[in-house]
Structures are given as structure tokens and as C-alpha cells.
């Protein structure tokens, strides 16, 4: 058993989707967590530049007392975690476009990605695909702009509508019946992704199984907490007001929003 908290990461708010399922999964964890909006998007960045950063904001959540690490990123695991896990003595999890799921799922034998063109472009996801596509079509669809504008909290603007029309369109042409939302921003622009695609396409995202395989995690480690959970700490290395504004549309909670300086 072990009180300690969790610390959980993402280049910026996108997290907050699996930290959410983190919480309602486990409830008695206390949960720290680290938006590096100041150097969002990762998707655009190196992959040598998102491993500094990454052992960055894992050394600061470490000395904040985490017993665990979480990279609420597709983007950071594909370049990061391998690194991480080398580096850090703590479980590590990380994440991955749902594939495997998606490739059982579909009925037309055509799979959609929406992600980051750093996940695209990895050798994980290649790994991935080699691994669970089989002879199911997967067509990869970046989508720059995207991770911006919910950054601001704009989830419903005639602007986002526009590049999401423009991002899926080619997937419905394609034959497309199931939507991997791979990048932990988009499950917050679901309702806008189910008001725009036909209701036989189904989108799968990942955050619910991160929260399962960190919970398994701690149980086979012995760390699992008794509570009663802290409060949430946030920390961003964006403006702080930015993400106090931001917050409520994409956290249902209480949770103080420091500055990092890492
Ligand atoms: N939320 C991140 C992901 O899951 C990346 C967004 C970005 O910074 O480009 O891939």
C-alpha cells in the first residue's frame, strides 16, 4: 500500500482525458499532474526534444513525491517512454493509438487514425500496426491545428468544425467505420466528432485502459492507495490563467493550477 500519488503528463490539457479515467477508476489515488502547454504541441516537435522535456517533467514529478508515472501522450510514449523506463525506477505507463481494439471492432476492414504527425511517424506505431492490423486497412490522418485550439478551450468554433470535416472526410470516403482518436486531446472533441460522422462509425480511444493498466500495476506492485485522496495538483509550464479558464470545460473537479518552472 502506498499514499503516495500518481503523477500523470501530456504536452499540454489532453491528459486530462485520462486522468479523468484514472480517477474514476481510482478514486483513493491522490493525482498530480503536468500540462507542458509552454511547449505544446509535442506532434510537431522532435522526438529529442519531447525526451528532454519528458525527463524534465518526470524528475519534477518525482520529486514531488510520485510513486508512479503516467504519460497521458501518444505523442511522448512513442518518443519517450523506452527512455523514461531506463532512466526512472517507478512503473511507467505509457500509451498507444487503440489499434488492436479498433482492428477487432470494424466491420468494413477500414480503421481510421486521427493523431499527431510525431505518432504517426514512429517507429512504435509502425510496430503497432505490424503487430495488430492484419489485414485490416489502417489509413493515418494528422491533424495540425487541432491540439491548439483545445488548448484554448475552444472545442465547438466554426474553425475546429472546419478541420474536422477536413480530417475525417477522407476516412468516411475510404470506408472508414471505425475513428482511433490517438491523441489524448481529442476524446474532448468526441461530441463533436459523433454530431458530424454517421452513427454506424464508432470511435475508440484509449484512456479507460490506461487507467485499467496502471491500476493493475499498482495492485501486482503492492502500491495501491487506501486513501483517502489529496486533492489534485496541477501544474503548467503555459499560463496559468490560460488553463484556470480552460479547466472547467475538461475537468470535473477541484484542482489547484500552479506554474512550472522545469
Ligand atoms: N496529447 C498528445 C498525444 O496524445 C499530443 C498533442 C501534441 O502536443 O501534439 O499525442
Same mark, same amino acid.
Given at each position: ?25 481510482? @478514486?483513493?489515488?491522490?493525482? +498530480? ?51 523514461? =523506463?531506463? *532512466? ?12 488492436? @481494439? ?11 487514425? +486521427? ?15 505490424? *503487430? ?33 470535416? *477536413? ?19 481529442? @476524446? ?8 458530424? +460522422? ?13 487507467? *485499467?493498466?496502471?491500476?493493475? =500495476? ?9 486513501? @483517502? ?14 488553463? =484556470? ?18
Amino acid at each position: 500500500m502506498s499514499n503516495a500519488p500518481v503523477g500523470v503528463f501530456d504536452s499540454g490539457v489532453g491528459g486530462l482525458s485520462v486522468l479523468q479515467e484514472i480517477r474514476q477508476l481510482l @478514486p483513493l489515488e491522490s493525482l +498530480l499532474y503536468v500540462a507542458d502547454s509552454g511547449h505544446v504541441p509535442y506532434g510537431e516537435k522532435s522526438p529529442e526534444y519531447i525526451r528532454q522535456r519528458s525527463q524534465a517533467i518526470a524528475g519534477f514529478l518525482l520529486e514531488q513525491g510520485a510513486k508512479s508515472l503516467v504519460l497521458a501522450c501518444n505523442t511522448a510514449t512513442a518518443a519517450a517512454v523506452n527512455d523514461l =523506463r531506463g *532512466r526512472f525506477d517507478v512503473p511507467i505507463i505509457g500509451m498507444e493509438p487503440a489499434v488492436k @481494439p479498433a482492428a477487432l471492432a470494424t466491420r468494413s476492414g477500414v480503421v481510421g487514425v +486521427l493523431a499527431t504527425t510525431g505518432t504517426l511517424q514512429s517507429a512504435k506505431f509502425a510496430a503497432l500496426l505490424d *503487430r495488430f492490423a492484419g489485414s485490416v486497412r489502417v489509413i493515418t490522418q494528422p491533424c495540425p491545428g487541432l491540439v491548439e485550439c483545445i488548448e484554448q478551450g475552444d472545442l465547438d468554433s466554426l474553425h475546429v468544425q472546419q478541420l474536422l470535416r *477536413r480530417y475525417t472526410e477522407p476516412l468516411l470516403e475510404s470506408g472508414c467505420d471505425t475513428l482511433i482518436l490517438g491523441c489524448t486531446h481529442y @476524446p474532448f472533441l468526441r461530441a463533436q466528432l459523433q454530431a458530424l +460522422l454517421p452513427a454506424s462509425v464508432t470511435l475508440v480511444d484509449t484512456g479507460a485502459a490506461v487507467a *485499467r493498466q496502471l491500476s493493475s =500495476r499498482l495492485h501486482h506492485a503492492g502500491m495501491l492507495a487506501r486513501g @483517502p485522496a489529496q486533492d489534485t495538483r496541477i501544474w503548467t509550464s503555459g499560463y496559468p490563467e490560460t488553463l =484556470r479558464r480552460v479547466l472547467p470545460m475538461l475537468w470535473n473537479g477541484n484542482a489547484a493550477v500552479r506554474m512550472l518552472s522545469v
